[in-house]
Structures are given as structure tokens and as C-alpha cells.
């Protein structure tokens, strides 16, 4: 399984940014899919996570109501719309792919990582 990454940049604070990762090889039909961050000298964090269906999401309290998760699974390509951007946003992201259907909102042990890219928020 590869996940690649895309759409990482620089922007203002105030602004909007959309990540896209698309994962290919046996991905298998069922499988949840999260958004993860980290900033230099942080531990990475868990921004948001998606069930197979799209159904359930779920958000980092840092994040909601500010990010959007969502996923297109006829083109295996999970999304993640940033806005209202903050300098404390600045962070490499990473998606993740976990090979299972039960979703686990908080879960950190994926089974597959993109390479990240990298999110820079200036003042």
C-alpha cells in the first residue's frame, strides 16, 4: 500500500489550505483513514480520522470546526480541508491508512504512512 500526499504549502494565517492523499495497491474495500501532524521538537498528534463508509469522523480539539475530513473511495483519495489556519497549524501532515473497519476514533497504531508534507502558517 502507498499513500502519497499533496497540496502542503505556505499560507497566511486566516487562510485555507486542502491536503489530498491518495493510497493505491491492496488497500483492500473497508478501511479507516486519518490526518496526523507534527511540529518540530512535538510528538505527532492525531488531527482527524474517517470511517470506511465516511459515515463518522472524528477531530482533534484543536482542529474542529476549523478542518473537514472526507474521502472519495471510488478514487481511494482521502481529503482534508484546513481553514482559519493558525501559525500553530505549521507542521509536516501525514495521512495514514489503518486496515480495519472498526473505527477508533483516537487510534494511533495505522498500518501505513504517506511520506508527509509540509503545512507552513505564517503570522
Known amino acids: 500500500v502507498q499513500l502519497v500526499e499533496s497540496g502542503g504549502g505556505l499560507v497566511q494565517a486566516g487562510g485555507s489550505l486542502r491536503l489530498s492523499c491518495a493510497a493505491s495497491g491492496r488497500t483492500g474495500s473497508r478501511y479507516t483513514m486519518g490526518w496526523f501532524r507534527q511540529a518540530p521538537g512535538k510528538e505527532r498528534e492525531v488531527v482527524a480520522a474517517?470511517?470506511?463508509?465516511?459515515?463518522?469522523?472524528s477531530y482533534s480539539d484543536s482542529v474542529k470546526g476549523r478542518f473537514t475530513i472526507s474521502r472519495d473511495n471510488a478514487k481511494n483519495t482521502v481529503y482534508l480541508q484546513m481553514n482559519s489556519l493558525k501559525p500553530d497549524d505549521t507542521a509536516v501532515y501525514y495521512c495514514?491508512?489503518?486496515?480495519?473497519?472498526?473505527?477508533?476514533?483516537?487510534?494511533?497504531?495505522?498500518?501505513?504512512w504517506g511520506q508527509g508534507t509540509q503545512v507552513t502558517v505564517s503570522s
Open positions: 495514514a491508512l489503518k486496515a480495519t473497519v472498526i473505527f477508533i476514533p483516537a487510534a494511533r497504531d495505522y498500518d501505513y
Open positions: 474517517i470511517s470506511w463508509s465516511g459515515g463518522t469522523t
